[in-house]
């Protein structure tokens, strides 16, 4: 906060006295809301305000693609949404190729529960997707196609992902097991000295978000493990664990 003081300040005339009181003017910088950067799913990304609400973060979607002052708000049905004004809305015979963005559903388990769409394409307990326009009839198969599932879904996101080094003593072409847990869903790839171990390439990870690999160790000595997440949702980032470092023993027992 700023502020700007002017002091009182007295002048006397012959019949009047002007008297200037003590002012003070108050400046507040206001933060920028962080920008979001999503996809619109008409091959192309907006940005808006984090904090924004789903309607909000329609409107921006369709005037990314469509240009500002060119969308309506309507709806179909139980679903609410922003279109291209000039395409109009909920008729059968609206142009194949326009999309909507929709930001409310109340209602519709089919994307395109509107137009009695006879095939089912799920957006059960969806609210904020991007749908486009397929077919000029309706009650028929892929009337409307599903072209963003998670409207305002930010681009690279970053991901993390730990290991965890075998629990014990890690022996020379003996069974070991090597953790390692990711921050959001995917398949995991584990490393032993910068090479890819067999058997454990492309793990996909169980509900907590952690993938294993049997490791039986061909090298004796210190051995540097590692691994790498691709995370299923492309929204994240790949990410890279930190290095851990592993003495290898020899086996306790020969052949």
């Given amino acids: 906060m700023c502020s700007k003081v002017a002091l009182g300040v007295t002048r006397r005339t012959n019949k009047l006295v002007f008297v200037a009181f003590l002012a003070t003017f108050?400046?507040?910088?206001?933060?920028?809301?962080?920008?979001?950067?999503?996809?619109?799913?008409?091959?192309?990304?907006?940005?808006?305000?984090?904090?924004?609400?789903?309607?909000?973060?329609?409107?921006?979607?369709?005037?990314?693609?469509?240009?500002?002052?060119?969308?309506?708000?309507?709806?179909?049905?139980?679903?609410?949404?922003?279109?291209?004004?000039?395409?109009?809305?909920?008729?059968?015979?609206?142009?194949?190729?326009?999309?909507?963005?929709?930001?409310?559903?109340?209602?519709?388990?089919?994307?395109?529960?509107?137009?009695?769409?006879?095939?089912?394409?799920?957006?059960?307990?969806?609210?904020?997707?991007v749908r486009k326009k397929n077919k000029t009839q309706c009650s028929v198969a892929d009337v409307w196609l599903l072209v963003n599932s998670n409207l305002g879904a930010a681009l690279n996101v970053s991901s993390t992902i730990t290991v965890s080094p075998p629990t014990g003593e890690a022996s020379y072409r003996s069974n070991s097991v090597i953790t390692a847990t990711g921050s959001v869903p995917g398949r995991i790839t584990f490393f032993s000295n910068n090479k890819r171990i067999a058997g454990c390439i492309n793990v996909p990870t169980n509900i907590s978000n952690v993938a294993t690999c049997n490791w039986r160790p061909s090298l004796r000595g210190t051995q540097v493990l590692s691994a790498y997440l691709l995370p299923t949702d492309s929204t994240y980032l790949t990410s890279n664990s930190s290095r851990v470092n592993v003495f290898v023993t020899n086996r306790n027992s020969r052949r």
Avoid: R, W
């Fill in 26 to 129: 108050q400046f507040f910088i206001v933060p920028t809301a962080n920008a979001v950067t999503a996809n619109t799913g008409a091959g192309g990304t907006f940005t808006y305000s984090s904090g924004a609400t789903n309607q909000q973060i329609a409107l921006a979607a369709c005037e990314a693609v469509y240009g500002t002052g060119n969308c309506t708000t309507g709806s179909c049905g139980y679903f609410a949404y922003y279109y291209k004004t000039a395409d109009g809305h909920c008729t059968c015979s609206k142009i194949i190729g326009s999309y909507e963005f929709i930001y409310n559903n109340t209602g519709y388990t089919n994307v395109g529960g509107d137009y009695s769409m006879s095939n089912q394409v799920s957006v059960t307990g969806n609210n904020k997707f």
